[in-house]
């Protein structure tokens, strides 16, 4: 189960990277209902080079274990992500079509991964 979660999380952010290299502006305005200045796409891009790099550097090995630091590292940015995007839409007065089925993700992603790591624990 750990290791569908991972490959899952792996390689949606690498994908959400990539379209943050390549078409920022679509995605920043699909997650958050904005236009993207010229700053902005550079920091998209500069936020999409580290999802890139995350998803890459958690990638599950053939045996990855609940008490990796890749594992620990995709939980704590999918459970912090959560609680970001749900603070756009409840206070941000932003959001667009996916802001809140990216959060309910994020926020399931983490549950997951914290349900696996608790029964590995056990």
């Keep these: 189960m750990l290791q569908k979660v991972m490959y899952f999380a792996s390689v949606a952010e690498f994908g959400t990277g990539v379209a943050l290299m390549v078409v920022p502006h679509l995605v920043v305005a699909l997650l958050l209902g904005a236009e993207v200045s010229a700053v902005g796409i550079s920091i998209s891009r500069c936020f999409g080079i580290g999802l890139i790099a995350l998803g890459l550097a958690c990638w599950p090995g053939a045996s990855v274990q609940a008490s990796s630091p890749a594992v620990r590292a995709m939980l704590v940015y999918n459970a912090l992500t959560a609680v970001f995007l749900a603070y756009l839409g409840f206070f941000g007065k932003t959001?667009?079509?996916?802001?809140?089925?990216?959060?309910?993700?994020?926020?399931?992603?983490?549950?997951?991964?914290?349900?696996?790591?608790?029964?590995a624990r056990g």
């Excluded at 959001?95 to 029964?119: E, I, Q």
């Design 95 to 119: 959001g667009a079509l996916l802001l809140w089925p990216v959060a309910v993700l994020h926020a399931a992603v983490a549950l997951l991964l914290v349900s696996t790591w608790r029964s």
